[in-house]
């Protein structure tokens, strides 16, 4: 029995740039679905559209294509596209790539509804990256259990702490804060710059005591900095930021 999860829209921007990746975000959607009663918003944005995954999705997948020509994917700016159309009480803003006990959802969810947290991140800032041998069992198996067995032979995605790929937060709390800043550009510091954000606002934030895994994939130019105008830019606007305070203008 699926669990009632309708109070909550998941939020998912791709660019099919591999094989890998249309085999990840499959996956995670059909995870969410096999769970949950839920709502699943599916963001293809590309130069060209051939159709291949709208044919592939779960039908109850709110799937759209935007025409998108730009070499550099605009994370910040089609997130806030998105939540332009979201009308629950809760958004989820979810990396096509990333695994996730459901347990740990619901813990989070549970925080939510009670009103003791603003944002809740279902894992504890540790991602582990699947390696193309496990991963390929996991595709067959389908169950997370078989990860946490294997934890041990997987590298952490980065060394640091981190604060994206799964997180969940109350929708007001989020249009309060400002949603996703458009300074950041393409693949760079969004997700700090959101934390952040939550930190200096004051917001509750909760994290559940379980890692998270992130299904391995060619590393494209959408997934590090292009250029080193691009780094300095997205690593000033997120120093400023941490030296703001509620009394600033951060939105």
Same mark, same amino acid.
């Given at each position: ?43 293809? /944005? ?45 958004? /989820? ?159």
């Amino acid at each position: 029995m699926k669990t009632n999860l309708s109070d909550t829209t998941f939020l998912i921007l791709i660019r099919l740039d591999s094989i890998p990746r249309l085999e990840n975000i499959l996956v995670v959607t059909e995870q969410i679905c096999k769970y949950y009663n839920t709502t699943i918003m599916v963001r293809e /944005a590309d130069s060209y559209n051939n159709g291949v995954l709208k044919s592939l999705l779960n039908r109850t997948i709110h799937y759209e294509f935007i025409e998108d020509k730009d070499p550099v994917l605009y994370k910040t700016k089609h997130f806030n596209q998105m939540t332009r159309i979201v009308c629950t009480q809760h958004i /989820a803003i979810w990396d096509a790539d990333i695994v996730v006990n459901f347990k740990s959802i619901m813990d989070c969810i549970a925080k939510l509804r009670k009103n003791e947290a603003d944002v809740a991140y279902p894992y504890n800032g540790i991602c582990y990256d699947i390696p193309n041998q496990i991963k390929c069992f996991f595709l067959k198996k389908r169950d997370i259990r078989f990860l946490y067995r294997h934890k041990k032979k997987m590298d952490k995605l980065y060394p640091k702490i981190l604060v994206g790929g799964a997180v969940l937060i109350n929708r007001e709390k989020y249009l309060q804060a400002g949603k996703e800043n458009e300074m950041h550009y393409g693949w760079g510091n969004d997700d700090f710059d959101r934390y952040y954000r939550f930190l200096i606002l004051g917001y509750s934030i909760y994290k559940t005591d379980t890692c998270l895994f992130h299904l391995s994939h060619p590393r494209s130019t959408n997934s590090q900095y292009r250029t080193s105008v691009q780094i300095k830019r997205s690593s000033c606007e997120l120093i400023k930021l941490k030296n703001s305070s509620i009394n600033d203008s951060i939105i």
